[in-house]
């Protein structure tokens, strides 16, 4: 555990060493606590195979640490060196297109390569002894946002035996994968391809799988040199990429300390009603506080319009990660190389190696960080309520939208929104993580369903549990074959409800109860109640296809101490709003109703006190009501009342004792 | 001949055994007569190469065949199992870009492999000996929907033959496809290409034959071992996918006994006016009333939303079918596998092995089928006017647009469309068909002209009949070279004019004369009278772009006993209706005026008397007028005067004989 | 030096021998002067390897010159032929995406395979050898349109001996790219990727420079071919294509006597403000005068949607290129062959070898070029004012865009606007040509800064001319990497300001002073002034992203004898049009006022005199105000106070003497 951090990615071997003093000086002057460094520097330490060189990295990490700044390494396996894609060609990955990565930009590697292995092995081996007692070193990361997935022969052999290890034999895996269909029955294990393109859904929903356990492999070769030299109390953490899915982050971060992410707002400017549910995410996916390893200085160089953040944004978007249980936010980066490929991204320290007019709010962030670090310490985020998240229930959706426009990310989202808009903490976590904590569970979309998911489901409501079942729920296995049930499934008990059929829609259709006069768009489920059951009708279909025409929408049905919502149909946004509003009121869930634009968020302190972040995300001024006197951390004023927000300013209060 | 048939497609390898009885007994409920099956089974029915396993097959066509239900088979080689993948990987197509086509989705396969001829023509020939004189199998039906083509050196070479067996020398081919342009003169048979992207035209255009070929040599080895087994009253088909354009399809028809299509919708809802062109072209392969072996049961999983279709939608659709000679409609299909690509298809049976909503409508369908099969039995669609449909000039004129809005079917079904808005029958047929039984010929852009066409042409006017050409027609040889003439080639003797120039338009032109005041779209024709010719001029390009200002747009002349319309113009709609309205009036034809979204369509029956089929296409309630009193035979009724149609209503009335 | 001439494309070889009288005869009633031949002809001049067949071609060359028709004579290596692919597949490209380039469409040479090489030189020593001395052939067209890159191995190989001879060693390279940055360091010169996509920026720019090498290295083998055939008189051009950026055209066209473009319109009407630009840039090349190879007589066939012009439009444009400096035109082509892959393109004479209603046109600009050649003779186009054009930096900016709407041209292109719209003369001229005769020189983007560059600026404003620098300015040096300075880098001095930052935008920003009341579009840079500078501010940024608010937009310096103005907007069209007035008054350059769509422009007369082309782009009447009476040499006129201009009309005139 440590205190809040404020940092930088730094790059001195793009420097000659004379610079790095005066670079060093100006980070004091932002108020820098933590500089990453090394996490593309491979062929700075090891310019020939075998031979390494650390003294420049072991002099910087020196320089920093006499400034009173600690490093972060990161492992440079992300961007393999030219004489290693040389060397040995079957470290490059192969594309989709058939077509082997060409060197130069990064992660061009195949994560199973042998030969990729043995090479990140050796000098993670050679960091982790030079580096691995270093006071100076606080932690690691592994790697830099993975991401590549490689479809080369070995990739394919190592596939085909993963399905071995997973299904045993052929029968079963046919089985479960329906191969009579289309007449794809497999008699030998080597007829088995890399899907590419739209394939049978359970061989492509296990490839997701293999590409999970290949990170997960190499991620642990990595571990395995790396553990054996770390004190206890340096962690290893990675820098994941938000909703970013090509693997199952449950399982990555399994072997790591905690998660960390880098959040890039790309073109525009901040949604926090969206970029909440992304720091919600990344501190679920092993329900614990994370760091913020890059984000955004300004501008990217990478999106269509490289915007800049309006002054004062930035900032807001700090105590907003932090608010979301942030422990650290690190600016990618100190200042661009004069050449590579991002030579235009945001930084603190332009060109001419002078301060941007960004440097001043950033060196105000870690001015403000350092000022509440004491209090913060320690601190974590409490939520009622849960949002499930399953990568499995995504990627099938993924792979059969049925209709192009429904996307399992932007409908969990649709459902945070409506949580966020009301200032509620929530937790996003994995459908398969325990619910004992929580009065309010919302499973969106949980296509996948297993027995014990179910089971979990039925025990959490059973015990007196609120929980939310959405459209597209209960439809598959966890192989990605149709359950031998209708919707949902073997919820279908708790829900009180089943699924008659459901309906991709073309036009929004109208439905309606007492809470709204609304409509369900790109998707309705006509709800059925089931025999001998008696849930509520919250809201039904209206004349639309004559399928749906006047059918059950939304039921609302007791079960043990708890109740099931069954929503059948994806509101607009007011509907949606109004039923959320319902059920949290049904849960006697505080809500906190502020302006648009205006978030309030606790963290509980040591001391179980709430400290709340008040925040304006607009660039304007607002007024926010207190229900109590409160005492500003930052400016160390106390209001009582009305409080008044400038565009873009911030509060970090506790209540004042009177 | 066949009374009116109502199925399902059928896959009882999808399921064990112990399901099967309960599905046939809700076919049965259904009034389903026919079930297709076997058509992606072959990895079932051979699971290993030169073993065969037809018992399965054998005992669900007996269990069908007790419950009054036929079956029709399919040949499964659309769906190659993976063990010839993997003994043979010639058997597999290679793709535009050069990559070789994966196995698991279907028609991977070179359609020109002979290690694919070999595996094919044995599967065919041992479902033959073993099915082929089952008197419980009507007919046949080969592969599944053609659609592939292969770029694989194999059928390089085969091309390379194929234009040596087409052109003798290679001065010829020289000389026809203008090869001094841009040095491309062969000096080797081995430096052709196959065209990949724009190419030269003439080579573009004869690799569509060499396509067509393959397909026609395929379909005879599947042929030559299915029929020696057939009884003479088993027919055989294929179901092709209607405006689909790879290959000729009257050449692909002819060694069938008569032609099938599968009917999707896809995204959104029917358009008749559109949809009976494909009917009438489907009809038209073989003039010969035509199979639906696949439609939509409520929604597709392939397209981007796929939407259901309206309650009723479905039936009004099924009969609109039959009214353009379908004799039966089979929906795809009965049930989804539980896995497989197409899990969230339509179908008549759900996951759970229950009746989905839509199943219902199915079965009304079924028993209506039966009600009025007797009536319809030996019907058929006849037609004064044919629409002239040429896969040499589509093709010609989809290499080179030059405008990339003009499309050969869209304009074709341009006239189609204000013609069936006055409930015509057409005939949709080959340009190379005989015309001796019609009255009135439309060619759309009938841009590929030889002498046969020609004389045919001149025949049909000289005798009395009513030709209308339409823009760019008569610019191309059968080699896709230009014509040494101006348009319309050697019709202009006929057409009494000349093209002086074509114009693609950016902006619509004005065109006007007494029969509307309008607008030319995409594309004009500047037309000029002949010297000593005095077609009459209907009408005059408006100022515009200088060249076509006040120019000759449409001409009527008169020729032997008959008329030749030369139409200069892409007419919006209005004018284009007022334009055919004159045709027809001028021809005689009867029309018969309805409200918008209503069809009336009669078929012939054996005793030479017709019977209407009146649907309403929209949701709303109509009214249509009745010349003569009329007797329903889906309702028993007598109507006379004004008959009341709910939305998506139909009757089947003969005349009520006083 | 030649009169103006008026010519054709004629391909002989696509006709039969007895058809060439007619079209010649065709050609000399529409005035044609001059005939290109040959450029695509190679398999009809050396059909097998070694063999020559120059006969036809001789044949042709005498009916044209006994005509009073002259000939250019083009290289036909554009065209290889089929043998040559097949025999030396090397000789074909390799594509970006990894595949070889297909034979039958043009350019699919590797422009650095050895056997093409070889090949290219022996069709060219052979033409010249037997044409060289011809005294109807006036001039050589080298290959055409250069375009291809090729990613073959050979040309990697090639690109990385480029390497070294340009960097000497790889520590150089290394240290020039920054490639610590992600690891990229290269330790031997074979592990240097061609870069595909984004990659490193130096390596992305100096592959530009490669490609301009290669096409230099097989220009240059033809000219070794070529020259000692040819009498002093006769003069070798290349065709080009504009703005085309796949090399450096001021390199390109060191080695030939003059520059030459195709202007191709493609979809839509001229817009003569953008135009003007391309015939400046063409000029631009050599400083001279040039000739337009070819251009569209009526409408084109690769297009969109292939238009055609307005009658009397293509009159207007011929006389808008002479007005900018050709000195002659052919149109592309005289007839369409039969077949091959542009049958549709526009013609003077169609499919049936008539004229078509083009012809008529085309003779009138024939009759007109004719009358007025002798008065034109060695005319130049005179101007004060540059625009330069560096391609360094156009690639850089290519390559990174930063905000996806920025592109180098079109904002060259901005800046020109505002100059022609007020009819003044303009050169577009390379960065790195002298300056010495310009009173005013606007340095668009210029990018790349080296020190000459710098140097030479500053001694044109240090001897009283007046400089321009606009966004994105002084940001890179030769190697694409950033200048250590901030912008304009070493230009600072001169421009008394500097940038403190730049500002990619998502929507426009306000921008004010007292010329006019705008917008920023795209871009912004804020300028800060230098300590013991004082330029006077005369824009404002308005209140925006709050980094630009109220900061210094644009700037006006005093230095040395002359003027700095540094723009660090991209402003609306009202405001682009104030400024640039403004300039223009400051340097009392004068400029004439014309109704919108009217253009006037001089050229220079032997005699010194300027003969003034007043055009009208507009279908519609327009009227001119003319300063003096003028005699109109096409109409033998004199008019005085207000000319009317009929829609599309063009006068040519002289002041009339008194």
Chains 1, 2, 3 share one sequence.
């Not at 490059?92 to 195949?110: D, I, K, M, S, V």
């Not at 997960?216 to 962690?235: G, I, K, M, T, Y």
């Not at 993924?398 to 429904?406: A, L, P, V, Y």
């Not at 039925?458 to 079942?469: C, E, M, N, Y």
Request: hydrophobic share 40%; with cysteine; net charge negative.
């Amino acid at each position: 555990m440590q205190k809040l951090q404020f940092g930088v990615a730094y790059y001195p071997e793009h420097w000659p060493q004379e610079r790095w003093a005066e670079d060093i000086r100006l980070m004091q002057a932002a108020h820098v606590t933590v500089a990453r460094l090394g996490e593309f520097a491979w062929s700075s330490m090891e310019p020939v195979e075998g031979q390494f060189n650390f003294a420049w990295l072991e002099k910087a990490i020196e320089m920093l640490a006499e400034a009173g700044i600690a490093t972060v390494l990161g492992t440079p396996t992300a961007a393999p060196p030219a004489w290693l894609a040389q060397k040995y060609p079957t470290t490059l990955a192969t594309e989709e297109t058939g077509r082997q990565a060409q060197f130069g930009n990064r992660c061009h590697y195949c994560v199973n390569s042998p030969e990729f292995h043995t090479a990140s092995r050796r000098i993670v081996q050679a960091m982790a002894a030079r580096f691995g007692s270093s006071p100076h070193v606080i932690g690691w990361q592994l790697d830099n946002e993975y991401n590549r997935v490689c479809y080369c022969d070995h990739c394919r052999a190592e596939f085909q035996a993963f399905l071995r290890e997973r299904y045993g034999t052929l029968d079963e895996l046919n089985r479960h994968w329906s191969t009579a269909y289309w007449s794809q029955s497999y008699s030998d294990w080597a007829q088995i391809p890399i899907p590419i393109g739209p394939h049978n859904p359970g061989l492509m929903l296990v490839f997701r799988h293999f590409v999970t356990r290949s990170y997960q492999n190499f991620q642990q070769a990595q571990l395995d040199e790396l553990r054996p030299h770390l004190p206890p109390s340096v962690w290893v953490t990675h820098n994941f990429m938000g909703w970013f899915g090509a693997f199952d982050h449950y399982t990555l971060t399994r072997d790591i300390d905690f998660a960390s992410w880098d959040w890039y707002i790309g073109t525009g400017h901040i949604d926090y009603l969206t970029t909440g549910a992304i720091h919600d995410l990344t501190r679920g996916f092993k329900q614990k506080n994370f760091w913020l390893m890059e984000t955004q200085p300004g501008n990217v160089n990478w999106s269509k319009t490289n915007n800049v953040l309006n002054r004062g944004e930035a900032r807001a978007m700090a105590w907003h990660a932090v608010a979301h249980g942030a422990d650290a936010l690190l600016y990618w980066q100190w200042r661009s190389a004069l050449g590579g490929q991002e030579q235009y991204h945001g930084s603190l320290i332009d060109q001419s190696g002078r301060q941007r007019p960004f440097f001043d709010e950033a060196k105000r962030i870690g001015q403000e960080f350092a000022q509440v670090a004491d209090l913060l310490f320690g601190s974590i985020i409490q939520s009622k309520v849960a949002l499930l998240n399953c990568y499995d229930s995504r990627w099938s959706l993924e792979f059969q939208r049925h209709n192009s426009e429904f996307d399992y990310v932007r409908h969990l989202t649709h459902w945070y929104r409506a949580l966020a808009a009301r200032n509620l903490n929530v937790d996003v976590i994995s459908a398969d993580a325990a619910l004992d904590q929580y009065e309010l569970v919302i499973a969106p979309a949980l296509l996948v369903l297993d027995e014990a998911r179910a089971e979990k489901l039925k025990a959490f409501v059973q015990r007196g549990g609120r929980l939310v079942l959405t459209v597209r729920t209960g439809m598959k296995d966890r192989h990605n074959a149709l359950l031998p049930q209708r919707q949902p499934g073997t919820l279908a008990e708790l829900a009180g409800v089943e699924v008659v059929d459901y309906y991709s829609l073309l036009e929004p259709v109208p439905v309606a109860g007492e809470l709204f006069q609304g409509t369900s768009q790109l998707w309705a489920e006509r709800l059925q109640i089931l025999d001998g059951q008696s849930p509520v009708v919250l809201a039904c279909f209206g004349a639309s296809n004559g399928w749906l025409d006047d059918q059950v929408a939304i039921a609302l049905n007791p079960y043990g101490n708890g109740f099931v919502y069954t929503v059948g149909a994806y509101l607009d946004v007011a509907s949606q709003q109004a039923l959320t509003d319902q059920i949290l009121n049904d849960a006697r869930l505080e809500m906190f109703e502020t302006p648009p634009g205006i978030e309030v968020r606790p963290r509980t302190l040591v001391n179980g006190e709430p400290v709340y972040f008040i925040i304006n995300h607009t660039r304007l001024p607002q007024t926010v009501s207190l229900p109590w006197a409160a005492f500003d951390h930052l400016t160390g004023k106390i209001s009582a009342g009305e409080m008044e927000f400038a565009g873009y300013a911030v509060a970090i209060v506790t209540r004042q004792k009177d």
